[in-house]
């Protein structure tokens, strides 16, 4: 599958939205769970996938996102962070050497992506919904105008070391780009 494919399940007031560049995946929001897999693959891949052994460079710095010098100050870059065969689209933003990571969706609609691709909008210290309009504090995420006013992004645990950002979230086994 070359093409990514966002899903999204909703589950009375809880809605779950993920990419999925492999083709495989599952979706959980509330007490629903979907699980599915596109297109075929062949059973050696599908069995490496889910060792998570398709890639020796990955396997050397699996948590490695990118470049410390790579994350702008004016906009943001697109990450997922992955579990098994969930993947979740995130973005990165920096200030000055911190860098802040968080999921890719509006919470005012989980659908929406803040990042569509070529980086979110940053209007002063605020990241900007392209679509509503909502404006999160840049640093703790904390939506300050718009439809989801006192929401906050989803975090993701993030550190820099040596030059690099990598993805600390526990909830997570390693990143791509």
């Not at 995130?90 to 911190?98: F, T």
């Amino acid at each position: 599958m070359t093409d990514d494919v966002r899903v999204t399940v909703e589950h009375d007031d809880d809605a779950e939205v993920v990419e999925v560049r492999d083709g495989t995946g599952e979706v959980e929001a509330g007490d629903a769970t979907v699980q599915f897999e596109f297109g075929t693959s062949d059973t050696d891949d599908r069995a490496e996938r889910e060792a998570g052994t398709t890639d020796a460079a990955d396997d050397d710095e699996p948590r490695r996102i990118v470049d410390l010098d790579a994350v702008p100050r004016d906009s943001t870059l697109r990450f997922r962070a992955v579990d098994g065969r969930r993947s979740v689209d995130c973005i990165l933003h920096r200030s000055g050497d911190a860098v802040v990571a968080w999921r890719n969706s509006c919470p005012h609609r989980p659908e929406v992506p803040l990042d569509t691709g070529t980086g979110a909008i940053v209007s002063g210290d605020q990241l900007v919904c392209h679509k509503h309009g909502a404006r999160f504090e840049r640093d703790e995420g904390i939506c300050t105008a718009g439809p989801c006013a006192g929401d906050a992004l989803d975090s993701v645990s993030v550190t820099v070391r040596d030059g690099a950002v990598y993805l600390v979230d526990e909830r997570f086994e390693r990143a791509q780009r």
